[in-house]
């Protein structure tokens, strides 16, 4: 089954897993291998539903952008962990602490989105469509080993959602009209 709830909820898995995994690591090496998997992981899954699935629930969920104003800016708490820890020597105290941040912070994320964002996408999108934004997501991860390719900079939440509903169906972007949005002069003078 390839339910796109499903997969996102499959790799929340994995991340819990692979935290725990490095728990009991000690070895730089050892730690670097998950790590970086991890880190890898955190990076293509982020940019996978900001490509795929927020798009789909602002334009069907309740609450949705709310809801996505908020994935987003976790998505960037969690790259800052990711980029911060690549700074340091793998096992380092400043590693450790970037590892712990991008850890809380996609843990926060994760019991969000699956307490408010997948219910809502859920109850809002049929079956049929899940599947295929499941084959997507998949397609999109496969695609990207690695994050190979990927922007994974930080993205204003603001930003991403405003144009996100500009690309819904039956939207036109804001077509500018001519002023400078400073009001008329005639109003100032008679005021």
């Known amino acids: 089954m390839s ?3 499903q997969l996102i909820l499959d790799d929340h898995e994995r991340f819990r897993r692979q935290f725990a995994a490095m728990d009991d690591l000690t070895d730089p090496r050892q730690l670097q291998d998950v790590w970086r998997a ?3 992981l955190l990076e293509v899954h982020a ?3 900001e490509e795929i699935f927020y798009p789909q629930l602002i334009s069907r969920g309740s609450g949705a952008e709310d809801e996505t104003l908020d994935a987003v800016g976790d998505h960037n708490d969690i790259r800052d962990g990711l980029h911060e820890a690549a700074l340091h020597p793998v096992g380092s105290e400043p590693w450790h ?4 941040k991008a850890r809380v ?3 926060n994320h994760m019991a969000e989105e699956e307490d408010d964002a997948l219910p809502d996408f859920r109850r809002h999108a049929d079956p049929g469509l899940r599947e295929e934004l499941g084959r997507r997501f998949q397609a999109f991860k496969d695609e990207h080993p690695g994050a190979a ?3 994974v900079g930080d993205i204003d939440p603001q930003h991403y959602v405003e144009v996100v509903k500009q690309q819904l169906p039956g939207q ?3 077509e500018p009209d001519g002023s400078l949005g400073i009001g008329g002069l005639r109003e100032r ?3």
């Open 97 to 100: 602490a970037a590892v712990r």
């Open 189 to 191: 003078g008679s005021a």
């Open 38 to 40: 991890l880190a890898d």
């Open 149 to 151: 390719g990927l922007d």
């Open 47 to 49: 940019k996978a539903e």
């Open 3 to 5: 339910d796109i709830t």
């Open 172 to 174: 036109r972007p804001a």
């Open 105 to 107: 912070a996609n843990s």
